[in-house]
């Protein structure tokens, strides 16, 4: 079965801080990760997929298979980043269509 | 980017009666289309897969007689949630694969639809 953990729920961090949205899955096939972002009012939107292995907005991540971890980071947050993130898995086998979502985690920026 | 649009945006209606919720991809064409739903402060589920042209493709535990989809062509699928009940309230989202034209597959989401029963 697949699985999607974000074990944070809320995170808060001053502007400028280094940030890091945790996410673990779990998944016996082949995986495909991605990072969604929601921002206030707005529909969920595609930010990072693992297999582009490109930074988005400063963002970046990382598939890690030996710790079954993709986690999100950014160096220096800034306040138009809050917003809900979610990790989603996909699989090779349906194309990474069908997604297990994690259930999201509410980063929040400080002036 | 390419856009999805979900009909409507909220709906309340009354236990009992039936809902429609449309799922339109505007400036592509979907085979395929995915139908979530998401409960307060929780992640999104999904429910089915949307097939055009045939049945769709349900996920464990979700009753397909009670939540009835429709892909009847390349640019619309639908949600009926039939004889609605107020545990049935809730966000319900869905999501297409746009190809051509630069995108090379991505999932893009409608804006959702609330549906509260009372």
């Known amino acids: 079965a697949q699985r999607v953990t974000q074990p944070e729920k809320l995170l808060s961090v001053f502007k400028g801080a280094p940030v890091e949205l945790k996410c673990n899955y779990s998944?016996?096939?082949?995986?495909?990760l991605f990072w969604y972002v929601q921002y206030s009012r707005q529909r969920l939107q595609l930010l990072l997929r693992h297999i582009s292995r490109e930074s988005i907005k400063g963002f970046t991540a990382d598939l890690n298979k030996g710790e079954t971890s993709f986690h999100l980071k950014k160096p220096f947050a800034q306040e138009e980043d809050s917003a809900m993130y979610y990790c989603?898995?996909?699989?090779?086998?349906?194309?990474?269509?069908?997604?297990?979502f994690g259930e999201g985690t509410q980063l929040t920026v400080n002036p | 980017g390419a856009v999805v649009s979900q009909h409507p945006s909220r709906v309340i209606c009354k236990s009992g009666t039936s809902v429609k919720i449309e799922c339109r991809s505007l400036d592509f064409q979907a085979t395929t289309m995915f139908w979530y739903r998401q409960f307060p402060k929780k992640s999104l589920m999904l429910m089915a897969t949307?097939?055009?042209?045939?049945?769709?493709?349900?996920e464990q535990g979700v009753e397909k007689d009670k939540f009835l989809i429709n892909h009847a062509s390349l640019t619309l699928s639908t949600l009926t949630v039939t004889s609605a009940h107020p545990e049935d309230s809730s966000f319900y989202i869905c999501?297409?694969?746009?190809?051509?034209?630069?995108?090379?597959?991505?999932?893009?989401f409608g804006e959702g639809s609330r549906l509260t029963v009372l």
């Open positions: 999501s297409a694969r746009a190809y051509g034209r630069g995108r090379s597959g991505e999932l893009f």
């Open positions: 989603a898995l996909g699989t090779q086998e349906t194309s990474g269509s069908r997604l297990t």
């Open positions: 949307s097939n055009e042209g045939s049945k769709a493709t349900y």
């Open positions: 998944y016996s096939g082949s995986p495909e």
